[in-house]
């Protein structure tokens, strides 16, 4: 099994999914609704997707400094994002355990490298 594909495919993966999301959820922030009283949910509701997706590319972008922290902001990311369409959770459920294991599986490979490195030469 060749563990560089797996996490760079994880890695795109995980990436296309949170701008997808932020996109959709701009779509949704800018649909306004069809009555007002509608308008502010839907507005609501974009912007708490747009986060969500933003902090799981801000977890994909830590995974490379601090590949446990990284791990952990991608989680929050995906619960976030699973969180706010609750109404699709027969979906999202799946997709956040995936994402998840993804990063956990991202962040344990990134250790083990780290953990097997030479040391750099004093300067």
Sequence with gaps: ?????????????????????????LAVALMWGA?????WGYVALGLAGV??????????FLEGRAPWLGAGVVAVGAILMA?????LWPVMAPITI????FA?????ELSRERGRAPASPAA
């Design 1 to 25: 099994m060749n563990r560089e594909a797996i996490r760079t495919s994880s890695l795109v993966v995980t990436a296309l999914l949170a701008a997808f999301y932020i996109l959709n959820s």
């Design 98 to 101: 995936v994402v998840v294991a």
């Design 104 to 108: 956990v599986f991202r962040a344990r």
């Design 35 to 39: 009555d007002e009283e509608d308008r």
């Design 51 to 60: 986060s969500a997706g933003a902090v799981n590319l801000v977890g994909i």
């Design 83 to 87: 969180s706010v369409a609750y109404w």
